[in-house]
């Protein structure tokens, strides 16, 4: 059965929020709450302790599956519920973009954007093609001529990455399996979490919707954030210490006022984009970038959907506070499926 | 006269919240006022000034002694106000552990802890004891296999802490007064705020009580966190340039969702076993943290009492506000003994 | 027609708050806002989209102008509207100190403190009589025996600015142009917003008025924050990538609480010594301190208004909110405006 028609058999006034019990599931469930939503968790094997800590993000149903590949099979049981989908990062990472594609489930957002976020290629050539500036890439290391980050697929996580000054450190480790070259950009990082809404027809006007920015967060990496106390990376080296980039938390961060234009005018740009290319990029989304000591940003990524960089911000940020207070990403999720269901557009913002 | 027969002969509706006025003071005030309680501020010699710029953390009162070991000869008089104390991490650095264990004074929270938390190596018998992984200790320097972290008994506050990457520069310094070497693992620091309330019977319940996560900071220690601006280390050693660890404020950070269920999992074993040692670490603590690029926690240590590092959370936290909007951990003991009055079953949280 | 008499012309209900769209423009027109007043945003050639974004910071009214300096010329234009402006830093660095002397709008604050703020000799020669530690500053770049910062006028923002540890480090770079040379302070940084109430009777009572401790941040600097990623400070010279002290961004910090009451020393020192030297530093201001590992306050600047420090705090502080909830520095001179009026002592507080 369709996605379409799925939501069609829905009790729209019995809508139940839910997604997998991690990532960002706190935020999600307590604006679900906050809203007048329903809400379950799907969780592995058993109920998670931790939520009754946290009375206000507890949802009110757990939903225990075996491995997360049970979701497709389950669908129909979550049907019932009335249930919409909220995919985090982990969702995607725990499911594979195949399988998500698959799930018969209402989903919040556009899933045709995940082809367009998953391939590293076809993300650079929509952001280029939005007019993005973005570190350069190297097809071969033999052509490196200036500072790189190194990602390739053995590394778990951020855990393999490297830096490499030039081709002899590159290699150093010398990678066998695919992987990517990125000129390694220095300045400051800021991770500019924005919302899409196809329907909300005020604020900043886009060729269709309007678009929102919700907060600005840094990422935490473990261990290239803390190792120089240890000593110079190269007398690190020697010891065998190489940095690592595993995200293990986020911090607030406000971005210099006047870049916010640009920031805006680079979001603005990527949607009206997405919007050609698959359809939108529906909901929240993350550009990460590097801002140099000439002003100007590199843009190395985009996340198509609500990243943990937006849990700082679950009793609101110094952003989204101008829009409306205690607003978190979570609740304005919550939000958007409150106004599609009240102006009969649901099927416009799920897929 | 004990403690219990001191509360017996307070009158419960008059009961003053009392702290030195430092460290945490101003959100303990502040958390008591909020709760409706009197607040009564101990300080050196004069009133001091700065808390009129903060009506609402100002204390009602001041109460005006030489040096902080009075504080045991004028417990009568603190008495007759109905004073509990809020004994914060410099409460116990002034006064020292020995006359807190002295103290005529109702004070919040489980003084049997405090030999636990003292003796480094208690504390550490009592960690492990509880599963949690630390780094190692090393007996003698010459063992050293390891960067480590070394602490000795002269050093202040952490300026003379120094990270030896092997044993030579051990020799280096080669302080003569006893101190611990632990391993120094690389990785990224969250310092998680917990609560343990022995009386409250709802939310994430352990054996006896419940457990709460209030916030999560990171400390700033000067000079570590921005002498390798100046060069790498080797050069500053050259210039005579050392680097410590003295901590001049705290940061708000969050941490990654998938690692609050390990969180909780190492905040229960650690309460439930100081229920077993010695009756329980009744109120705030704080578990020490480095998570790794193995996403793994080292706790290198445990503070049994509110520190320092709930002060960017006056306002609320992105956790606390999960549990209620507005929960400092300086208003969170504010509301225990509330509760504990209202049961009546202070006793239960008074020593 | 001098401030006085414009101010005696205007229409006191009808007040409006007037500042440059750029730097805190955001918390300004919120705060603004909030306090009931109307609102203009003065842009160049056109209107700023990214308000949009922001309903509760937009401003009713934008007000274009094809470059800054074309404010003094509109002066008439916008008394009409009853217009005070809210000097920020980037209003100074746009228009240059010179011309916000002659403009004829009035504007919050003492201009008289700009000759103060502006010409770095005097600034030193203010703080210094009022008693600030600072860092030593050397005449002759031969006298260098430290490790030190060196500013010079060629340098945007903090692009070219540069860190020796010595005289043969200067000469690498060897800048021509006017420079000072300061010592580099190692220890971590706080950037203090205090607020000064000539006309406020209660608080932290001054002389005359009161003072006010409304937030604390760090400023993000690229690329000196992030460069140390790549390699040693001496590694990456040979490839030709120095750092440099370009503000990107800002964090919300807290200093450990025993360190208020000199802060407040400070800030209090400085507003009584600037009551003789100039009529007051009034409204915002902003101490800018390195902590040493001895606990000591360094302050290597002040700035005599608004900084863009402030924006983390849009939705208060863990300071502010000891004042008022939701108190950010934009709102906090807009209620000194009001209060202002509502005494009848505009005159005292505009200039």
Not at 167 to 187: A, R, S
Not at 239 to 245: A, D, E, R, Y
Not at 264 to 292: D, H, Q, R, W, Y
């Amino acid at each position: 059965m369709a996605i379409k028609e799925i939501l069609q058999s829905y009790n729209k006034t019995k809508i139940t929020i839910a997604t997998i019990c991690s990532h960002t599931s706190l935020q999600i469930f307590h604006g679900a709450k906050k809203e007048g939503f329903r809400t379950l968790g799907i969780a592995i094997e058993k109920t998670p302790k931790f939520y009754s800590a946290f009375p206000n993000a507890m949802p009110n149903e757990f939903f225990i599956i075996k491995d997360y590949k049970e979701i497709l099979k389950v669908a129909k049981e979550l049907q019932k519920k009335n249930v919409i989908i909220i995919p985090h990062g982990s969702f995607v990472e725990y499911l594979g973009g195949e399988n998500l594609l698959k799930m018969d489930l209402p989903t919040f957002g556009n899933r045709n954007v995940i082809p367009w976020e998953v391939n590293r290629k076809k993300q650079r050539e929509w952001l280029l093609s939005a007019g993005l500036d973005m570190p350069k890439e190297f097809s071969s290391p033999k052509e490196i001529n200036c500072p790189v980050m190194v990602k390739f697929h053995g590394a778990k996580g951020g855990k393999g990455y490297f830096i490499a000054k030039n081709y002899d450190e590159f290699l150093e480790v010398n990678p066998k399996e695919i992987y990517t070259i990125q000129e390694y950009i220095t300045g400051t990082r800021y991770y500019i979490n924005f919302f899409y809404s196809p329907i909300k027809n005020s604020g900043y006007k886009l060729s269709k919707g309007s678009l929102e920015l919700l907060s600005i967060d840094r990422r935490d990496e473990a261990n290239i954030d803390e190792v120089y106390k240890l000593g110079s990376k190269e007398e690190l080296k020697k010891l065998g210490i190489l940095p690592s980039f595993v995200v293990t938390g986020n911090v607030s961060v406000v971005l210099r006022e006047s870049l916010l234009p640009k920031a805006f005018e680079m979001a603005e740009n990527v949607v009206e984009k997405s919007l050609e290319l698959c359809g939108g990029i529906i909901g929240p989304f993350c550009l990460e970038t590097v801002v140099t000591d000439e002003l100007k940003f590199k843009v190395f990524e985009i996340s198509a959907r609500i990243v943990a960089g937006t849990n700082p911000f679950i009793f609101g940020s110094p952003y989204s506070d101008l829009i409306e207070e205690k607003l978190s990403t979570g609740r304005r999720i919550a939000k958007e499926i409150k106004l599609a269901r009240k102006l009969g557009r649901l099927v416009e913002i799920i897929s």
